[in-house]
């Protein structure tokens, strides 16, 4: 409704008022210009512009599109720590096109400018029609097994990513809440012990597989936002984000009801919910730097709560 009626009545102050919406006026550098142009391989590009979600990996992402067609994004920084993202996932999106995986963006173009802003742009294929189911449907599954197939590699629990992820949240456990240490590290030292030395067969993982960051387009499944997937994780993994994530933010469940819900689905695992936990846990943490932030607390102790009660 805003995309549709918005451009109409923002000239009348009042309707500002109400929106809490201001006017700006913004343009494109034209070097900027330029790369995106080159890279989509149009010109006289029209744009819209996204400042980004707060967080300490906030970021600009500008959508381009002409003629009412949508051409492609562009994601801008000027945080190292973030253009180390944006070449992580272009490397990400190479190795999972290679393994013949569909329905992921390409990566145009990802270089760090002279004066230090870093560009990353990606096709995509999304169109007005297009639509975010947020419930679970089998494109979502059939999505999630195609990726585990195509990626799937035999290798030492020692070697993965996951475990990467764990033995990083193990030297953090000295930040994290009182609270909500000790429940942490009695799972976590479980996962380790079980899986050190142990051959596993893990596969790719999105890491923020969410409504957001999907869309529906002529009944195939697109998936986008890659820059913190990884190469080695139990196979499905995606799945639990995709439940807690959509009960957090969508649905607003108590992390009661969020662990009631999953647990009685039929391809529930306790395992697999407990390895799911520690490894967002151990992101959001490890991604923090210094003292932990006060938005984070009520975010680690549902995560907790669950972890308790699996």
């Known amino acids: 409704m805003l995309k549709r009626w918005f451009p109409l009545v923002h000239s009348f102050g009042f309707v500002r008022d109400v929106l ?8 494109l550098r034209p070097d900027i210009r330029a790369i995106a142009e080159a890279a989509i391989g ?12 707060p967080s300490v990996h906030q970021k600009v992402t500008v959508q381009f599109f002409r003629e009412g067609r949508i051409l492609g994004y562009m994601k801008l920084t000027d945080s190292a720590s973030v253009a180390s993202l944006f070449a992580h996932e272009q490397r990400l999106l190479a190795a999972l096109s290679g393994a013949g995986l569909t329905g992921i963006p390409r990566c145009l173009f990802c270089q760090t400018l002279p004066d230090g802003t ?9 169109t007005r029609r297009s639509a975010s189911p947020h419930r679970w449907t089998g494109l979502h599954e059939d999505f999630l097994t195609g990726m585990a197939c195509l990626t799937s590699a035999r290798m030492l629990f020692d070697n993965t990513d996951f475990a990467r992820s764990l033995i990083e949240l193990k030297g953090n456990l000295g930040r994290i809440p009182e609270g909500c240490r000790d429940v942490i590290e009695k799972a976590l030292l479980s996962e380790l012990a079980d899986g050190t030395g142990h051959t596993v067969e893990y596969s790719a993982f999105h890491a923020d597989f969410t409504p957001w960051n999907m869309f529906v387009e002529e009944g195939r499944l697109f998936v986008f936002d890659w820059e913190y997937g990884r190469n080695s994780y139990p196979p499905m993994l995606d799945k639990y984000h995709f439940y807690v994530q959509q009960a957090l933010h969508v649905a607003h469940l108590s992390p009661a009801e969020i662990h009631r819900k999953i647990s009685t689905q039929s391809w529930y695992e306790p395992r697999l919910f407990a390895c799911y936990l520690l490894d967002i846990i151990s992101r959001f943490v490890s991604r923090e730097p210094g003292e932990l932030p006060q938005s984070l607390v009520p975010m680690l102790d549902s995560w907790t709560s669950m972890l308790r009660m699996v």
Do not use: D, N, R, Y
């Open 118 to 126: 870093s560009v990353f742009v990606q096709s995509t294929v999304k």
């Open 42 to 53: 149009e010109a006289g590009l029209s744009f819209a512009i996204f400042g980004g979600t």
């Open 20 to 27: 809490h919406a201001e006017i700006s006026h913004i343009g």
